[in-house]
């Protein structure tokens, strides 16, 4: 199993889900994000469609299908093989994803899911 980790700053609006790359893996990556309930939507505008995996692992999806999007710079998120899950996490000062100062996007491909951390 694989991870690849990246970090993003929120955009400075009130209950925004956009996100802006801070770590220049983000950068070259990524780029700037977008979260929504069941998707990423990447700077490009390619999209990972996502699926919770419930309330015993929050923050923790599957990814819906066999993705693998290229993104920024002809990069993709696991290499040749498509992401399987997508692990976000806020910053530790803040109760929740919608009130964090920092998002950090966890990436994992693989058949099992990833141990809790």
Partial sequence: MSLLLLAATQVAQ???HDWIATSTTAMAITGDISVEDDRIVFQNGAALELGAL???RP???RVSS???PVLLNGNRLCGDKPPAFVALAHSETSDSLAKSQSL???VFDGAEEPPPQ
Avoid: E, F, R, T
Wanted: aromatic share 6%.
């Fill in 66 to 68: 066999s993705q693998n």
């Fill in 104 to 106: 950090h996007l966890k």
């Fill in 59 to 61: 923050g923790l999806y």
């Fill in 14 to 16: 009130a209950d925004s």
């Fill in 54 to 56: 419930g309330p015993d």
